[in-house]
């Protein structure tokens, strides 16, 4: 069946990227590193954490090398350590291939047939660059490779000659059949392999905002060799949140919805939502709000979970709830069912998903508004019982939700997870998540922008008798749409703080605002959100505010502000 998944049962991917950047940062991919995570990986799985699976992503290969020999510089042995201690350890060792793009490898012979006039990627259909390309997957698959990440496929390129006589959309569909019969063969051959497609494969991953369906839309044929395809590296979606990590969620979850709506079964779906680590690729986030990304990526229902970055930043008690939130999700991934309700994540309207087995139903739920808002966690099944007598398992600090029979009530901004019939039971509680801080009250308030010369707003208020100053601002271009900015990747990017700028004053003093979003962002940002305390103004007084974009171009900014009480 064309969308039944090609693994028995759920699957746990450890991949290295975010521990490591060579693309958004420069903090390379060594061998001594990739050990590292490895003891990592061993020591997780001593307190119950389950990886079936340990991915070597981008930049392992010498750059003269065809795909078959590592780069010294950083693996002066080759990979054989790392092949044994995986083999030792009964963990399944993958690699990450660009596919026929040249990212930090340079042509062999038998590729320069296939050269596209930029000498920048390789046609499938023409030269030999597939053949030689399917031998090192080969080749690496009897070195005991099970799983193969393929990344930046370029499904236009094509020889000069085929530039000229072929139209665009033959040379696309050409390369795709080249591909796709390939990998077939391959998998045929090779039964026992997993095949995961990364960027190039279909999809508009850009933003939350772009057009749906999506103008790049996925040939679902694809599910005919992948076990998987990814919906999106971790980045802020255009949902602005006071926690910028809660809008990164939001993009995950948005993203996962569009792709099933693109009928890819939720099964087949890598959400690639959880990364921690010190890198420009994930924003430096450490460990910041990762217990909320956990519990999403599984609630999300892929079959193939994949956990990016530095392990040692998990501490032995992390460990321990890391393996409890696992034991809860995958034992429903893989005998339940899986289904998403509500509005889209991000349309900024209340969602969730819901697993249901034989013995109760858990649900998880989050509310992207700027408001407290109710969500109704509906049947998941015919058979379900009704959903009574629920208990709140997890949630962020701050607000608690108030659980009514079938409905919760959720602050702004808030994630929670609900365990019904035999998962309403204390054993499953997974705590509060204490370092995202969701306020108890929140309120609109009456505060009018104005332009204030090119690229700024200003609103004038009396500072509120209760609560801190909430201020949001979204951007967007000429042509109405929600517009995104960038000062680039890691270490040397221009950081967020000083593109969105969020100012305000009081009796002429400046006052200090709470900001999140003070980032080098590679994939952008269309918002600011920032909070002025309390006890930093004069109840009553007036508080200017003032809003910038330091865009080059003409933009439209939009503004509101809201007091918020914790």
């Known amino acids: 069946m064309l969308g039944a998944p090609f693994v028995p049962d759920p699957i746990f991917v450890y991949n290295n990227w975010s521990a490591y950047d060579e693309l958004s940062d420069n903090v390379p991919l060594t061998e001594q590193l990739a050990m590292k995570e490895l003891d990592e990986i061993l020591r997780l799985r001593h307190f119950g954490v389950r990886f079936d699976y340990y991915m070597m992503d ?108 072929q139209l665009r959309e033959e040379i696309y569909c050409r390369n795709v059949d080249a591909f796709r019969a390939a990998l077939r063969n391959f998998r045929r051959k090779n039964p026992n392999v997993v095949l995961v497609a990364f960027n190039g494969f279909g ?11 999506f103008q790049h839309p996925i040939d679902l044929r694809w599910l005919e060799v992948f076990d998987s395809l990814y919906s999106g590296d971790p980045r802020p979606s ?40 010190n890198t420009g690729t994930v924003y430096y986030r450490e460990t910041n709000a990762w217990r909320g990304a956990l519990v999403l990526m599984l609630a999300r229902g892929g079959w193939v979970n994949t956990v990016h970055g530095n392990l040692e930043f998990i501490s032995d008690e992390d460990a321990r709830w890391f393996a409890k939130v696992q034991s809860l999700y995958l034992r429903l991934e893989a005998t339940g069912r899986t289904r998403v309700f509500g509005g889209i994540p991000g349309e900024a309207k209340p969602y969730g998903f819901g697993s249901v087995d034989s013995g109760g139903a858990v649900y998880t739920v989050l509310n992207p508004t700027e408001s407290i808002a109710e969500i109704e966690m509906p049947l998941l099944s015919r058979l379900q019982e009704p959903n009574e007598g629920g208990r709140v398992l997890f949630r962020d600090a701050g607000f608690v939700p108030g659980l009514t029979g079938n409905k919760i009530k959720l602050g702004p901004g808030q994630l929670a997870v609900v365990g019904i019939a035999r998962y309403a039971n204390r054993e499953y509680d ?43 601002m979204q951007q967007g271009g000429s042509d109405g749409r929600i517009r995104r900015s960038s000062g680039g990747a890691p270490p040397n990017g221009t950081t967020m703080g000083k593109i969105f ?14 900001i999140n979003y003070d980032k080098a962002i590679w994939s952008g940002l269309s918002w600011a959100v920032g909070e002025i305390k309390h006890s930093a103004m004069t109840t009553g007084e ?10 080059k171009d003409s933009v439209t900014l939009d503004g509101h502000i809201l007091a918020v009480e914790y």
């Open 542 to 551: 007036a508080v200017t505010i003032r809003c910038s974009s330091s865009e």
């Open 58 to 165: 981008a930049f392992w290969f010498a750059q003269d090398g065809g795909y078959k020999t590592w780069r010294k510089s950083s693996w002066p042995n080759g990979p054989d350590q790392w092949l044994k201690r995986c083999k030792e350890n009964a963990l399944i060792p993958g690699l990450w291939f660009g596919t026929n793009t040249l990212v930090k490898i340079d042509p062999v012979p038998e590729w320069e047939n296939s050269l596209n006039r930029q000498r920048r990627a390789m046609s499938f259909y023409e030269g030999g660059f597939l053949l030689s390309f399917v031998d090192a997957l080969q080749y690496w698959y009897e070195r005991g490779i099970r799983i193969f990440k393929f990344d930046f496929v370029d499904f236009t390129a094509a020889t000069p000659k085929s530039e000229e006589t």
């Open 203 to 213: 999809g508009d991953i850009e933003s939350t905002t772009s057009p749906f369906p």
């Open 238 to 277: 255009d949902v602005p949140e006071m926690n910028f990590w809660r809008s990164m969620d939001i993009y995950s979850d948005h993203m996962v919805r569009r792709y099933e709506q693109s009928a890819v079964p939720r099964e087949r779906i890598d959400s690639t939502g959880f990364m921690v680590g």
């Open 501 to 514: 700028m969020l100012r305000a004053w009081q009796s002429g003093r400046p006052l200090p605002i709470e």
């Open 430 to 472: 997974l705590g509060i998540q204490e370092d995202v801080r969701i306020p108890i009250r929140i309120q609109p308030l009456a505060a009018k922008f104005i332009s204030d010369g090119k690229n700024a707003i200003k609103a004038e208020l009396s500072a509120p008798e209760r609560g801190d100053l909430r201020i949001v």
